[in-house]
């Protein structure tokens, strides 16, 4: 198992209630394992733990059961080894695009003109040159994403949470990001996990895509897609392989 | 009704009551800044020194009760029962601890003016989104990090509306402080000349304290701009 970066070894997450005592199983002996670099694509029903799945990984939540293991390290708490980015930017509103970008490297406490440098080169990477004394206000739906890409990015972690990052994005700008994302991801080789409603989306950009049951959520089926980049939603073996992994996933909203 | 015009004064009659206030001599140890900036001076000061306490205070309290429960469980049943208490009611007690001038002025201030600012501080850092927290937790930002670096900006604009609702409320604690317990500042002058009954000079009085209220609040504006610069746009 050389060059395995990201070991999810049979998670399970329970949620208590805080009123009546019950309790709701998102997620149930969910395995799988990621290789260094690889793009891994997540879909499955609304509900089914996707999320869950990825604060797990990304220290924000705890399992209940099983582990995860980043370069064979348990994960027990947040850390810059991984960087997440939400469907929603979350981004600073009062930092402009540099302030957002710098500061993951501002709290590890890398000096001013070091993070300032790291700021500028990873605005660059996602192609927003001169923008960076703009505030979130300024910015569109597609530039407020690059900027919490990049700002997920200057921390140089070892795998990309990404959690419907295009989702509120229209067509276009979202057809332009995955290209976007792709050289990102291409260029500095990181592991990515990518969770989507859009199977299209993910025979677009992953070298796996994993199809998760309904609630509660564990792997159904993994389809690896080895199609080369880039690739042309419009190719034959593009569109069968779309269509079998919808039916898969079909059969989980029934 | 035997002298309406002194009861119900002109226009012209404020503004020469006004000009008549520039120049008559000052208060105590003010003799030089004449009657009516003499006044105003010192009640500006003892609000800017009450309102100062009451933001240091208020901020501080409302930012530990705002980020840590247990704070709040501990705190919060002491406040919500001194709240509704009138600062006016305190006059009585204010003159008896701290006699009479700047000392129950500033005090009376301060406890108009604490409690809008702590429950809009509170406010401002329970809202702090969720997602900011967990971003700044998975870019490796710790408690202290998380609390100054996203908490406390991310309250700033609910921090800004109580300094600012707060000094309202400072200001009309001030002038009814001065109107008992106080032997200078504005709201002593136009107590006076009601009890000499000269009314014109009292609504100039009374002129004085819309206009200095006023420009303390274009001031607090200003300043609430060049913090919240990010939020125009």
Not at chain 1, 160 to 167: Q, R, S
Not at chain 2, 135 to 150: D, M, N, S
Not at chain 2, 159 to 180: F, K, Q
Request: glycine residues 10%; charged residues 15%.
């Amino acid at each position: 198992m050389s060059g395995r970066k990201l070991i999810i070894d049979g998670v399970g997450k329970t949620f208590m209630e805080k009123r009546g005592g019950t309790s709701t199983v998102a997620l149930r002996d969910f395995s799988l394992s990621i290789g260094d670099g690889e793009f891994v694509c997540l879909v499955g029903p609304s509900g089914c733990g996707k999320t869950t799945l990825l604060k797990l990984v990304a220290g924000l939540e705890h399992a209940s059961l099983g582990a995860i293991y980043i370069d064979g390290k348990p994960v027990t708490s947040p850390g810059p080894d991984r960087g997440l980015v939400f469907q929603d930017f979350a981004l600073f509103p009062w930092r402009d695009v540099i302030g957002n970008v710098a500061f993951g490297p501002e709290v590890l406490e890398v000096p001013p003109a070091e993070r300032l440098q790291i700021a500028e080169r990873c605005i660059q990477l996602v192609g927003l040159s001169g923008i960076g004394h703009k505030y979130p206000s300024e910015l569109s739906g597609g530039m407020k994403q690059r900027v919490a890409i990049a700002r997920a990015l200057a921390n140089n972690p070892g795998v990309l949470l990404m959690d419907e990052p295009f989702g509120s994005l229209d067509a276009q700008t979202r057809n332009l990001m995955q290209n976007e994302l792709l050289r990102i991801w291409y260029d500095n080789k990181k592991a990515v996990v990518f969770v989507t409603h859009s199977v299209e989306e993910a025979v677009y950009l992953a070298n796996r895509v994993v199809v998760m049951t309904g609630s509660p959520g564990s792997v159904k089926q993994i389809f690896p897609v080895e199609l080369s980049y880039p690739r042309s939603r419009t190719d034959h073996s593009f569109i069968s392989l779309r269509e079998k992994i919808t039916r898969c996933m079909a059969e989980e909203c029934r | 009704m035997a002298n309406l015009p002194q009861l119900f004064p002109t226009p012209v009659s404020v503004i020469v009551a006004l000009g008549q206030l520039l120049v008559a001599p000052g208060p105590p140890g003010m003799a030089w800044a004449g009657e009516l900036m003499g006044n105003t001076l010192i009640s500006l000061w003892r609000v800017i020194v009450g309102f100062a306490l009451a933001a240091v205070t208020g901020v501080f309290l409302g930012v530990i009760i705002g980020w840590w429960r247990n704070a709040r469980d501990l705190l919060e049943p002491v406040i919500e029962i001194l709240r509704p208490i009138p600062p006016l009611a305190w006059i009585p007690l204010a003159m008896l601890w701290f006699g009479l001038g700047f000392k129950p002025a500033v005090f009376l201030i301060w406890l108009g003016a604490f409690f809008p600012i702590l429950a809009n501080t509170v406010l401002g850092m329970e809202n702090t989104p969720h997602k900011l927290i967990e971003v700044a937790r998975t870019l490796g930002a710790g408690p202290w990090q998380i609390l100054f670096k996203v908490g406390v900006p991310s309250a700033a604009p609910s921090i800004m509306a109580g300094l600012r609702i707060g000094i309202g409320i400072g200001w009309m604690c001030l002038v009814a402080a001065e109107l008992t317990g106080s032997n200078s500042g504005l709201g002593y002058m136009i107590m006076y000349y009601y009890s000499t009954m000269e009314a014109s000079k009292t609504v100039a009085g009374m002129l004085m304290i819309g206009i200095a209220g006023y420009l303390m609040f274009i001031g607090l504006k200003k300043l609430e701009d060049k913090i919240l610069f990010w939020k125009a746009a």
